[in-house]
């Protein structure tokens, strides 16, 4: 039997119509993976299967006392809780089971009631087989694969980063351990020996899982089933990934063609019917327009456009734009425990690999200038011109249009030049006037995107910008930053988007960590 059966699903999105009729299953051994172009409805789909959206139509039904985790990157977490106290919520039901057998031992030392005593040992065989007394190693050892024991125990949870808090959540969904998980883009914010450690965790989770990824060489560890979002339905394949995406590649040219023989023949009939209409042939136009009106027609494709990225220029004679000697980054204390030495040159690309959370973030805007150094020098030449692209989705005007967004920054550039670099990343002129907020996260990125295209430079710093990004839209990056003549200080954890035939140093800081 079935854990999840969505039938029926229709759902339309300001003039977007995400779903048609679709339908979705989950069974018990599924470890499912969702793909789809930026906007298609991924993150609508969990939304609806959660229960936080309410569908045009369809129906969602769970099977009953199926118990489902999803990861909200959104949850609110509450000053004063530390991160140990936070993880340790996950078991909060298990505590609270605790404490009942508690009562009743103490009662039944004051009376002696047996019955009472069959109640707390019947509460102590369940916590012991939910494993209740090694939640302590439990806990640890999520952290520790996470990342998060670094952090400190007691740090307040307030006062983590925007990615150390989206590992945070997962860390707690994962404790909490449901019959079921659902994760809306998991690897964003994990490097690749936390991505690693998750891997292994699903592939030892034996319970079934919907992931929502644009991260193919993850999807590829740990799934068996891919639904594919495009067309307004959702397309189930049984297999590994790579057969499933030449499955997709060959559905997705028979619908097209198919789509494009029932568009001619529309047009012709509707050609006709104005034409007709008010002729002599009036009566044949009107036989012609009732049958047109019980045309079951096709889902209109999706953003079809493919992004076309060139990041501007400045000329430089510097061979060297910027050099690190001894570097030491951090808040009042250094995170690493050695210093940092290197050099960007023109023309050359630099991977920093296995580097997460405010370190990363740190490195990159104490190289801007934005944050002073704890030791050592950063030299930049003189004619050093930075164009930072930043991870975080943080807006100062969520309600404002992505064009709103730009003209803001850009004050003396023409309306239309802001347009075409939105059109460049493979926006929409729907989406460049809607508000920011109502977008999908690679909708979001691709706006940062159009900001670095109207910003020449001559050295990129970009800051995990494959994240939320579909395959076109990374390839489209890909080839613009080996096209780019300046320097490229590149930070991801995605090692499948680059390679050494156009990388010329991937320095791996784990190691330097405290």
């Known amino acids: ?129 939910a494993d209740f007394y090694n939640i302590d190693t439990r806990v640890d050892q999520v952290a520790t694969g996470l990342g998060l024991a670094e952090l400190g125990a007691d740090r307040d949870v307030t006062k983590l980063s925007g990615g150390q808090r989206s590992k945070l959540i997962l860390a707690k969904l994962l404790l909490s351990h449901p019959d079921v998980l659902l994760l809306d883009e998991p690897t964003n914010f994990l490097d690749k020996e936390h991505i690693d450690w998750l891997v292994s965790f699903l592939q030892d989770f034996n319970g079934a899982y919907i992931v929502v990824s644009h991260d193919y060489d993850f999807l590829d560890q740990v799934t068996n089933v891919i639904c594919d979002v495009e067309f307004g339905k959702i397309t189930r394949y049984t297999g590994n990934l790579k057969q499933a995406l030449r499955l997709r590649d060959e559905a997705h040219e028979s619908y097209m063609r198919e789509f494009t023989k029932q568009q001619e023949k529309i047009n012709k009939a509707e050609a006709y019917i104005r034409k007709y209409k008010a002729g002599s042939r009036s009566k044949s136009a009107r036989s012609r327009e009732k049958q047109l009106a019980h045309v079951d027609r096709l889902t209109p494709p999706g953003n079809t456009k493919r992004p076309v990225l060139a990041f501007p220029y400045v000329e430089t004679a510097n061979e060297i734009l910027v050099t690190v000697s001894d570097l030491l980054i951090g808040y009042g204390e250094p995170l690493l425990k050695a210093p940092l030495n290197f050099s960007v040159g023109r023309g050359e690309v630099v991977v920093f690999a296995g580097f997460n959370g405010v370190g990363k973030t740190t490195l990159l805007r104490t190289i801007l200038g934005e944050l002073p150094a704890l030791g050592g020098e950063v030299d930049k030449a003189a004619t050093m011109v930075p164009g930072y692209y930043d991870q975080e989705l943080n807006w100062p005007a969520p309600l404002a249009y992505p ?102 140093k991937v320095l791996d800081i784990a190691s330097l960590r405290k």
């Not at 906007?39 to 006392?65: A, C, M, N, Y």
């Not at 508000?435 to 970009?462: C, D, F, V, Y």
């Not at 839209?473 to 613009?480: F, G, Q, S």
């Open 1 to 129: 039997m079935a854990l999840l059966s969505v039938t029926g699903l229709s759902h339309q999105f300001m003039d977007k119509q995400l779903y048609t009729d679709a339908q979705l299953v989950l069974n018990p051994h599924d470890r499912m993976g969702i793909i789809g172009q930026n906007g298609v409805g991924k993150s609508t789909l969990i939304h609806i299967i959660t229960g936080q959206l309410i569908p045009d139509e369809g129906r969602v039904e769970w099977q009953k006392r199926v118990r489902y985790g999803y990861l909200d990157q959104y949850a609110k977490l509450s000053a004063g809780v530390t991160i140990n106290g936070f993880l340790h919520s996950a078991f909060a039901d298990l505590y609270a089971a605790e404490k009942r057998m508690n009562d009743d031992y103490t009662q039944y030392a004051e009376n002696a009631d047996d019955e009472l005593l069959a109640k707390a040992g019947s509460i102590q065989e369940e916590l012991e087989a």
């Open 403 to 504: 064009l709103q967004y730009l003209q803001g920054l850009f004050p003396q550039a023409q309306p239309r030049t802001l347009r075409q670099a939105l059109a460049r990343t493979g926006l929409t002129a729907q989406q460049a006037m809607s508000p920011i907020h109502e977008l999908s996260g690679g909708e979001q990125s691709k706006i940062k995107l159009a900001r670095l295209l109207l910003t020449p430079s001559n050295l990129l710093l970009l800051d995990e910008p494959t994240n939320h990004l579909d395959e076109a839209t990374k390839d489209a990056l890909r080839t613009a930053i080996q096209a780019f003549p300046g320097g490229v200080i590149l930070v991801t954890h995605e090692e499948g988007f680059y390679d050494d035939s156009w990388v010329g």
